[in-house]
């Protein structure tokens, strides 16, 4: 009867020795993501937001990251602690740039992944860049109101 309650002691510890190491390894397994900017179409736009949503590839988790991020001087993003696993990445620009880019994406553990996205040109409102023209339109020279 000893000998019995000392092996299920015994495995009773090891199972849990392997929970916490286990534990351990999905602590440890996340990755890095750098967001790359390009710089001539992002240069004049200082005041964009960009919002990023990680949304896990096989639906098993909606929005394991939703954050507004502030690009840096060279452009970038830096995400840190992406849990390991593949991804539907949404990137929403919120200033001046309004481009929406959705992208795949595969975050492998202990390493650093770097996507470059391109955003359309802008330019951002002014009042003083506007022009009307003065010209006056006559009604009455309009081919809809002239009779033949």
Same mark, same amino acid.
């Given at each position: 009867m000893k000998t019995f309650s %000392?092996?299920?002691i015994l495995q009773?510890?090891?199972f849990f020795r392997l929970a916490e190491d286990r534990r351990d390894m999905v602590k440890d397994s +996340?990755?890095?993501?750098? %967001?790359?900017?390009?710089?001539?179409?992002?240069?004049?736009?200082?005041?964009?937001?960009i919002l990023v949503i990680y949304d896990r590839y096989d639906r098993s988790g909606a929005g394991v990251i939703k954050?507004?991020?502030?690009?840096?001087?060279?452009? *970038? #993003?830096? =995400?840190?602690?992406?849990?390991?696993?593949?991804?539907?990445?949404? #990137?929403?620009?919120l200033g001046v740039h309004r481009?929406? #880019?959705e992208k795949i994406q595969r975050v492998?553990?202990?390493?650093?992944?770097?996507m470059t996205i391109k955003l359309k040109d802008c330019?951002?409102?002014?009042?003083? +860049? =506007?022009? #009307?023209?003065?010209?006056? =339109?006559?009604?009455?020279? %309009?081919?809809?109101? *002239?009779m033949k």
């Open positions: %000392l092996y299920v009773l510890v090891s +996340n990755g890095s993501v750098q %967001l790359s900017f390009d710089g001539r179409s992002f240069y004049f736009c200082k005041k964009d937001s954050k507004v991020f502030y690009p840096k001087k060279d452009y *970038t #993003i830096s =995400i840190n602690d992406v849990p390991a696993g593949k991804y539907y990445v949404t #990137i929403q620009c481009d929406r #880019i492998k553990t202990g390493r650093l992944d770097t330019e951002e409102y002014s009042k003083n +860049n =506007i022009h #009307i023209p003065a010209d006056q =339109i006559d009604l009455s020279k %309009l081919k809809v109101t *002239t």
